[in-house]
């Protein structure tokens, strides 16, 4: 599976933006799609995931209400809304699938950059 993390940018606080991770290859051994940031300076954290079959979400408390995970299955793409922006969310983001019911991923998209300034 090849992942594509794109839509990241330079915005100003309480704004929105909307990240996509479009898939590719073997897309039918998806079984769930996660998002997650890395901060200069600090260890990656996750954000969010979903369920391909099922759309099931589970967020980070940190995000919860600001951020939405969601998935066209037609297109192969999985979304992160992202609103009410603030500077402690600039950030490298990436985008991972793992083909199990297993908190590891097993395969990860380059990242997108997302700025924030206040």
């Known amino acids: 599976v090849q992942l594509q993390a794109s839509g990241g940018g330079l915005v100003q606080a309480g704004d929105s933006l909307r990240l996509s991770c479009a898939a590719s290859?073997?897309?039918?051994?998806?079984?769930?799609v996660g998002w997650f940031r890395q901060a200069p300076g600090k260890e990656r954290t996750f954000l969010a995931r979903i369920k391909w079959t099922d759309s099931s979400t589970i967020y980070t408390d940190s995000v919860k209400g600001r951020f939405t995970i969601s998935r066209d299955n037609a297109k192969n793409t999985v979304y992160l809304q992202m609103d009410s922006l603030k500077p402690e969310d600039t950030a490298l983001y990436f985008c991972a699938v793992t083909t199990r019911p297993s908190l590891e991923y097993d395969y990860w998209g380059q990242g997108t950059l997302v700025t924030v300034s206040s």
């Open positions: 290859g073997r897309t039918f051994s998806i079984y769930r």
